[in-house]
């Protein structure tokens, strides 16, 4: 059991993951994390920001440029099993009962959320977790036109891969020791994007 709590800490470090894993790891989990429905509680924003800080310092040996390029592709490619997955049984999910690796008052956000923004979702979505997660789910189970799709996934993948990465790329670059502040940048990456959500849970818990 310690081992499994370990493993899963791991994976929800930006740091550890590319210092263990590499850029396959990180490819990895960016493509769970925007496909997959059990990747939800994986890092995305950042894991990005701190793949362009390792880059501008050499730790992760590849250019930045063919780095943006790779993990857009990741992305793309998870939205895209996200997407097949939804629209083969996704509508199963809604019966579903919540476990740990999946939520379903998440998945009912979503929907809420892609029926207020439509398509526009799933670029919009790329900048907030647990959306981006889900959203390509939710397109599939809608049947979005896949043309459509492709094209707003890949226009979100852009946006956002390239927005957080060259930030800690550029940051790293001209703001020497920003390394020595990781840990602290991560946590606001972290906790600044969760706010609506976790207003929203205690709204409606409480009584």
């Not at 379903?104 to 979505?125: M, S």
Request: glycine fraction near 10%.
């Amino acid at each position: 059991m310690d081992g499994i709590i370990n493993f899963l800490s791991q994976m929800i470090n930006p740091e550890s993951i590319i210092h263990y894993g590499g850029i396959y790891l990180l490819l990895f989990v960016i493509f769970a994390e925007t496909g997959l429905f059990v990747g939800f509680f994986l890092p995305g924003d950042s894991l990005l920001f701190t793949a362009g800080l390792l880059c501008s310092a050499g730790i992760l040996q590849i250019d930045i440029l063919l780095l943006v390029g790779l993990i857009i592709i990741a992305a793309v490619i998870g939205n895209m099993v996200g997407y097949v997955f939804g629209k083969k049984v996704g509508p199963l999910l809604f019966t579903r009962k919540s476990g740990f690796f999946f939520r379903r008052e998440q998945l009912i956000d979503a929907h809420a959320f892609y029926l207020k923004h439509g398509g526009k979702t799933i670029i919009i979505g790329r900048f907030l977790p647990i959306i981006r997660t889900f959203a390509p789910i939710v397109a599939g189970i809608i049947m979005l036109e896949y043309k459509k799709f492709i094209m707003f996934s890949l226009s979100g993948a852009t946006f956002w891969v390239s927005s957080f990465v060259l930030t800690g790329y550029f940051l790293g670059k001209h703001i020497p020791g920003i390394e020595n502040y990781l840990e602290y940048i991560v946590i606001f990456l972290i906790v600044i994007p969760a706010i609506p959500f976790l207003y929203r849970s205690f709204k409606i818990r409480k009584p």
